[in-house]
């Protein structure tokens, strides 16, 4: 997986059925309209996410087929992402950004995710019902806005608990816990600069 030469298109090689010597032409995606910001694959290679440098959205394509399966919104102001990723069973998917906020959405029930409030009211206009429409996250938890960072999920503590750990630049390890009913919260929080003090070297 790798950005195509097309603005907001990435292009998919089948590393597995390469043989030596030769060469296959990759598949395209036309993702998004604008540069492409952030890009991640899950464990079994059946699904890629992407999210445009204007980071409001993050689209989700099968692999094999190469269709958009949904759409999901982290917000409505622009962003910096720095992180995509996939749970291990693919089941849900977290991001990071210089919002300093950390998202979390189902991908294998979407049902989970939040919709507008707008979303029953009925048929509105093409401007507003690209948001009523949307996707939004599950759960969320803040991190510090000023500090970039990366998030990945954890083990699973119980079936219905799922964990998600951001690790900060300056030092800060978070770790959420949130259920399919979308209640998020802390279970740890370290410094790890903190850890080991000058003066003991």
Known sequence: LFPG????????????NAKPGSSSAPFTINAH????????????????????RKGTL?????????????????????ATLYCINFS???????????KGTVHIFALKDTKLNRRSALARVGKVGPMIGQYVDSQWSLASFTVP????????????????VNSVIAVCV???FHKYVFTPEGNCNR????????????DIF
């Not at 309209?33 to 445009?52: P, Y």
């Not at 993050?58 to 622009?78: A, K, S, W, Y």
């Not at 291990?88 to 210089?98: A, G, K, P, V, Y």
């Not at 279970?187 to 000058?198: N, P, T």
């Open 5 to 16: 030469h097309k603005c907001g298109s990435l292009q998919l090689v089948d590393l597995c």
């Open 145 to 160: 806005a000023e500090s970039a960072c990366i998030c990945a999920f954890g083990k699973n503590t119980s079936k219905n």
């Open 88 to 98: 291990h069973d693919s089941s849900f998917l977290c991001s990071s950004s210089d």
């Open 187 to 198: 279970e740890a929080f370290d410094v790890y600069l903190d850890i080991c003090d000058d």
């Open 33 to 52: 309209q604008s540069e492409l910001g952030c890009l991640a694959v899950n464990q079994q290679g059946t699904l890629v996410a992407s999210a445009s």
């Open 170 to 172: 300056d030092g800060t």
């Open 58 to 78: 993050i689209r989700l394509f099968d692999t094999q087929t190469r269709e958009q399966l949904v759409e999901l919104r982290r917000g409505t102001d622009p």
